[in-house]
Every structure is written in structure tokens, then in C-alpha cells.
């Protein structure tokens, strides 16, 4: 019904950028809540970002400052910009969306593939 395509992962040196991107396509009606999440061998899937349809957003403290999340509700698609990068960002990055569905108005959450995002020291 709704599929999500991230893109924008890949290997950076400590200190630098990247800016990832979750496009969302399918039946949608709407989208509500956007976010990023991260995921590293053998921990819990973690909040990073998110962005409500009001236009509010939330960080995790240890992202504060460094990274931005963004929403093109045209486009149905989330950014993160990731600056001042560190070894400890190093995971795959997911995106989520809230999603009412067309036709049903159906409210799921749907995630995206994952995208690797490593920084070497």
C-alpha cells in the first residue's frame, strides 16, 4: 500500500556531513508524523528525529545542535541533515511514517529499508 525509499547513507570522516532522504509512495491520504530512527548491532532501534505535521520536532539529546530533520509534505518525504558527524553516529538509519491512507483512512505506520551511515575517526 505505502512503500518508503531512503537514500543518502554512506561513509564519512568524523566531523563531516550527510543528509539523508525517505521518500514515501502509495495510497496516502496524509502523512502525520515523520522521524528518524538508528539501529546498531545488538541495541534497541533508538528516536533520533522527529517532525510532526504541526511542524514541531524532537531530538535525541546526543543529536542536539548537529542534526536537522525536515518534511516536504508535497513530496511526502523526511530529511536529516547530519553535520559535525562522529564515530558514535555510526548505525543504520531508518525513517517511519504515520501514514492515513487513502480511500480507508486507515492510520498505520510504515518504516523504511534502513541506510547505512558509518563515520571513521
Known amino acids: 500500500q505505502v512503500q518508503l525509499v531512503e537514500s543518502g547513507g554512506g561513509l564519512v570522516q568524523a566531523g563531516g556531513s550527510l543528509r539523508l532522504s525517505c521518500a514515501a509512495s502509495?495510497?496516502?491520504?496524509?502523512?502525520?508524523?515523520m522521524g528518524w530512527y538508528r539501529q546498531t548491532p545488538g541495541k534497541q532501534r533508538e528516536l533520533v528525529a522527529s517532525s510532526t505535521s504541526g511542524g514541531g520536532t524532537n531530538y535525541v539529546d546526543s543529536v542536539k545542535g548537529r542534526f536537522t530533520i525536515s518534511r516536504d509534505n508535497a513530496k511526502n518525504t523526511v530529511y536529516l541533515q547530519m553535520n559535525s558527524l562522529r564515530p558514535e553516529d555510526t548505525a543504520v538509519y531508518y525513517c517511519k511514517m504515520t501514514v492515513v491512507l487513502g480511500i480507508s483512512f486507515r492510520v498505520s505506520d510504515y518504516w523504511g529499508q534502513g541506510t547505512q551511515v558509518t563515520v571513521s575517526s
Open positions: 502509495g495510497r496516502i491520504f496524509r502523512i502525520n508524523d
